[in-house]
């Protein structure tokens, strides 16, 4: 993508948390560009730092989180530089976000008309009567039914499906060109999720708005998603279209995650494929690749040294050793 059409620029990211026990390197250094109109799913397991990216993006990173390095150019301004006001403006009028778990984000004291139009009511100049109009149109694009009645309700009175709604209602409100969803649909049953899936897709489609879905389901990652970042111990290991990842995976710790989910054509008793080994100790990260204690192709070069990016054409990348060896016309046996 060029440096013009993209709506996001992450360079060179480092986020880092100081515990007790150290220095804990969740994000390490990385890069992607989000374009207009484009939806980039970033995927990986806990702990791989794709929440923590996102937060770093929306400047909701809590002490002991601290962005170390790089840019987060948002049509060309430095985020990370925004002043308080500038980045409240940044918040609700440029970017929106949905999180995990509706019923630790909305406020139960609050009904949902109040919490909606309060919303609205922050970040743009218009009438109260204006924002109540605005809000019982909002949850009727969300598709909630009877949504004058909805706004005088309170939280615990919607089901999990219609709370995880009005979330998406409440990150859209101020029209964003941006929407960061963090697992939305992961707390929801597979019925509702698949709802909320196509929700989405239905109001990205009629907004156009741009996306990053974060999510560790592959199966979400193929229903909504243009392109995907696969992230793996605070780095992006691997980067294409939704088919370079389903249909050409190049990096081991993707073709892991590709084994790993189920299929519709696996026997009764089939076991669901795993990838071993643990993840890797943050507090401690390797010298080399971060997968390498549990990659069936690790060779010593790869515990020495971090593997470069290798460009394997048309926006898809992958930071492999074997790569770059074939790339050269290097052997790969071991050394
Ligand atoms: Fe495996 Fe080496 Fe590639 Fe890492 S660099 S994924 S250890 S082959």
């Known amino acids: 993508m060029t440096e013009e059409k993209a709506l996001l620029q992450v360079k060179d990211l480092k986020v880092s948390f100081f515990t007790p026990a150290g220095e804990v390197k969740a994000v390490g250094g990385i890069n992607y560009d989000l ?30 989180g601290k962005v170390m390095g790089g840019e987060i150019l ?11 006001k500038q980045m409240e403006d940044f918040r609700g009028n440029k970017v929106g976000m949905i999180f995990q778990n509706p019923m630790t984000c909305l406020n139960p004291v609050y009904t949902i008309g109040n ?18 109009k605005k809000a019982v149109s ?13 706004m005088r309700q309170y939280p615990h009175e919607l089901s999990g499906g219609m709370r995880q709604r009005v979330m998406i209602g409440m990150g859209l409100i101020c029209e964003p060109k941006l929407l960061i969803a963090d697992e939305p649909t992961t707390a929801l049953d597979v019925t509702i999720q698949a709802q909320i899936l196509e929700l989405m897709k ?30 793996y ?13 389903f249909y050409n995976p190049s ?13 519709i054509d696996a026997e009764e008793h089939e076991a669901l494929i795993s990838i071993e080994g643990t993840p890797v100790d943050m507090l401690n990260p390797p010298e080399g690749c971060g997968f390498g204690t549990r990659c069936e192709y690790c060779m010593k070069l790869c515990l ?20 770059t060896l074939k790339e050269k016309g290097g052997e790969t046996d071991g050394e």
């Open 202 to 231: 239905d109001i990205q489609e009629k907004t156009k708005m741009s996306i990053i879905f974060i999510t560790h389901n592959l199966g979400v990652v193929a229903k909504i998603c243009d392109r995907v970042s696969v992230m």
């Open 74 to 84: 948002f049509e060309g301004d430095d985020v990370l530089k925004y002043d308080k």
């Open 304 to 323: 020495k040294a971090q593997p470069p990016v290798v460009d394997l054409g048309n926006g898809h990348f992958s930071k492999c050793w074997l790569l």
């Open 115 to 132: 919490q909606l139009m309060e919303a609205i009511l922050c970040h743009k100049k218009i009438s109260k009567e204006e924002a109540y």
């Open 251 to 263: 990096h081991p710790y993707t073709m892991g995650l590709m084994r790993s989910m189920p299929r």
């Open 35 to 64: 374009g207009y109109n484009e939806v980039m799913g970033i995927v990986g397991e806990s702990g791989s730092g794709k929440s923590v990216e996102a937060y770093s993006i929306m400047g909701l990173l809590a002490s002991p």
């Open 233 to 245: 111990a605070g780095k992006i290991v691997e980067q294409g279209t939704v088919d370079d990842i």
């Open 138 to 150: 909002m949850l009727e694009l969300v598709g909630i039914s009877n949504p004058e009645k909805r």
